[in-house]
């Protein structure tokens, strides 16, 4: 992924990321993938931009799902730019929904996914720089210089998974 340019209300870097990836992560689980490796994202004055569905309402981003790239207005609060990002990031994942009905059927699921992305992308914010500590740590200090490799025994500590839809295994009839 490729960010360009600068946000103007103070909204960092990593918001901007783990909403992307949050986004992407939920369109991907339901068969609507974002190539996040090519995905270009400019940030820009869009202040001058018309609407072409809402000539009052303004622009807040544009997508184009052909190159992959999403241009995001540099002049959004938080929460309005996580719709934003959302929004124009369904653009790319699901391309069209039918003629005359893009923005209906796009912001009605931005509406209904947004609750849904939002505990993701906090965990991606909330963790960022711990996370990036465990793989800098990782390279550095984890290694068994030169002694036999194995496994740490620790990966299995339990953290309580749950599985809501448990596999059934069907009984076998005589």
Same mark, same amino acid.
Request: charged share 30%; aromatic share 8%; proline share 2%.
């Given at each position: 992924?490729?960010?360009?340019?600068?946000?103007?209300?103070?909204?960092? !870097?990593?918001?901007?990321?783990?909403?992307?990836?949050?986004?992407?992560?939920?369109?991907?689980?339901?068969?609507?993938?974002?190539?996040?490796?090519?995905?270009?994202? %400019?940030?820009? %004055?869009?202040?001058?931009?018309?609407?072409?569905? %809402?000539?009052?309402?303004?622009?807040?981003?544009?997508?184009?799902?052909?190159?992959? !790239?999403?241009?995001?207005?540099?002049?959004?609060?938080? =929460?309005?730019?996580?719709?934003?990002?959302?929004?124009?990031?369904?653009?790319?994942?699901? $391309?069209?929904?039918? =003629?005359?009905?893009?923005?209906?059927?796009?912001?009605?699921?931005?509406? &209904?996914?947004?609750?849904?992305?939002?505990?993701?992308? =906090?965990?991606?914010?909330?963790?960022?720089?711990?996370?990036?500590?465990?793989?800098?740590?990782?390279?550095?200090?984890?290694?068994?210089?030169?002694?036999?490799?194995?496994?740490?025994?620790?990966?299995?500590? &339990?953290?309580? $998974?749950?599985? !809501?839809?448990?596999?059934?295994?069907? &009984?076998?009839?005589?």
């Amino acid at each position: 992924m490729k960010i360009t340019g600068k946000l103007k209300k103070r909204i960092s !870097k990593e918001y901007l990321r783990a909403w992307i990836h949050a986004t992407a992560i939920i369109l991907e689980y339901h068969n609507y993938p974002i190539d996040l490796k090519t995905l270009r994202v %400019d940030i820009l %004055d869009l202040k001058d931009r018309v609407n072409r569905i %809402d000539p009052d309402a303004g622009v807040g981003g544009l997508a184009w799902s052909g190159l992959n !790239k999403i241009a995001i207005s540099c002049w959004m609060n938080k =929460e309005n730019l996580a719709s934003t990002i959302i929004h124009e990031l369904i653009h790319i994942g699901c $391309v069209e929904f039918g =003629e005359g009905t893009d923005e209906k059927c796009t912001s009605t699921l931005t509406a &209904k996914l947004k609750k849904e992305i939002q505990p993701i992308a =906090e965990i991606l914010i909330e963790g960022t720089y711990r996370r990036a500590a465990f793989f800098a740590h990782t390279k550095i200090a984890y290694r068994n210089n030169g002694n036999k490799d194995f496994y740490d025994k620790s990966q299995w500590v &339990k953290v309580g $998974v749950k599985d !809501k839809y448990k596999s059934k295994v069907k &009984k076998e009839t005589a």
